[in-house]
């Protein structure tokens, strides 16, 4: 999952960054509304964590344009600003949880996971196929039963195809959810991911398979042998 951090102080948005990334999840951080808008434009995000007081203006307007465009995204507010009615009024423009600033990293973890956990029940909270199950709000990965992990790329790759079983993932939306723009990503990236995927699942007997539709994408699908 791909989560974007819209934060001006950079201690607190690398602190935010480094307990995301820790648990497993793929992050941009930016600090101002234009680098927002940017990657709002080309990243279809999981949750959004939005500052209010930003350098150039109100983070409000980025909730505000989503919800106007019909984004569902989690938006999950943390601010300084601690009034009632700016609450109410935040939360009322669409906003899914609102922290005030200082706060815990622990409780902001359990905030986000609650968001997507209720993002993931709106779809699919457990994605199922062959020997294995992955639940999506928790990123907790079974295979047979017996939690397994995996590194954080290959976990993402798994998740997007999952959630697309059966039907062509291309590359790009792979590269998306793996990759944040801060990272040195070479022309055969997902192709090593995909690769070194395909071993652990083979040696955990997880019975599915991911086939390679070349210069397009991979589908993820059921081994005969589940």
Do not use: W
């Amino acid at each position: 999952m791909r989560l974007l951090v819209l934060e001006d102080n950079e201690k607190l948005a690398a602190l935010m960054a480094k307990l995301l990334a820790d648990n497993l999840y793929s992050v941009d951080t930016v600090a101002t509304l234009d680098e927002a808008r940017a990657a709002i434009e080309v990243v279809d995000y999981d949750l959004i964590l939005l500052d209010l007081s930003l350098p150039d203006g109100d983070g409000g307007d980025i909730l505000r344009s989503l919800r106007r465009a019909g984004h569902a995204t989690r938006v999950l507010v943390a601010t300084a600003r601690a009034d009632v009615v700016q609450r109410v009024e935040t939360l009322n423009d669409g906003a899914d949880d609102y922290l005030v600033k200082p706060f815990s990293l622990d409780e902001l973890l359990a905030r986000i996971r609650a968001l997507l956990r209720r993002s993931c029940e709106a779809k699919q909270a457990v994605l199922v196929a062959g020997r294995l199950s992955l639940d999506t709000a928790s990123l907790t990965l079974r295979v047979t039963g017996q939690v397994t992990a995996l590194p954080r790329r290959e976990l993402g790759v798994l998740v997007t195809l999952l959630s697309n079983q059966g039907s062509l993932v291309p590359r790009r939306k792979l590269e998306q959810a793996v990759y944040s723009f801060d990272n040195d990503v070479t022309p055969n990236a997902i192709e090593a991911a995909v690769s070194r995927l395909r071993r652990r699942l083979d040696g955990l007997d997880a019975a599915v398979t991911i086939t390679a539709m070349r210069g397009l994408g991979y589908i993820l699908t059921e081994s005969a042998a589940a």
